[in-house]
Every structure is written in C-alpha cells, then in structure tokens.
C-alpha cells in the first residue's frame, strides 16, 4: 500500500485521545489531523487533503462509513476501527481511492507494521532537498 503524503485524518473521540497512537503516527513522520465526529471531519476535509484516513465505526454523529463516502474516489487509503471489548479491529476500507471493504479485519499490532511499512515506503519517496 502506498499513498502520496503523509497526512493523515482521526476521526472520532478514541482516536483523538490514543496518545501511544498519535505518537507512533508522529514518530513514523505521519502529520495528524483530528476531527471528534464527522461534521468536523468533512469541514477539515473541505480545508486540507489527507493521504490516510483512520476512523471509528461508530461516531457521535453518525457512522464511520459515511467517511468512506467522503473520501471514496479520492488517493486516499482508508481504515475503519471497529472496538470489541479491550482492543479493535481495523478494517481496510479504501486503497488508493478504491473500495477494500471486505477484506480480513488487522489486528492492532498487524495494522501498527502496516503503518510502519508504510511510512518506511513514504521515506523513501520523499524528494531529497
């Protein structure tokens, strides 16, 4: 999976408040961009175009999926995550601007590799100053 940049939306209040999590998108060079439900979401969208879009399934003001409407048709990769019980499960929504539900759900330590893959790709893409 490759995307062009490095920024990347939070949608929704345990993604905002993942501090490990948004640490490690930091560390791996990932710009975060939060929003707490999906009105902000789409007025952040109107503002700055993301690379990565991660949200929860369920928001205070609807559900995740309408995120997926959002960003489809966009270069964009897109994962949901789905809370069960102490963890979650991320589930791969779109890639490179294409529908990818339907595909086996990461666990969060496959989808933290993902992640370091992909910034370890965007490293190496990055022009040279």
Partial sequence: MTVSGRDVLLVGQNL??????????HGWGFRCHFASN???????LSTHPVDLGLGNTHLSDGSGFGLLVALAGLPVSAFLCLSVENSCFWLPAIHGGKKYLGLPALRSSEFA?????????????????
């Fill in 16 to 25: 905002h408040g993942a501090k490990v999590f948004t640490e490690r998108l």
């Fill in 38 to 44: 999906m009105r902000a979401a789409l007025d952040l």
């Fill in 113 to 129: 590799t993902l992640l370091d893959e992909l910034a370890r790709c965007l490293a190496a893409e990055a022009p040279v100053n």
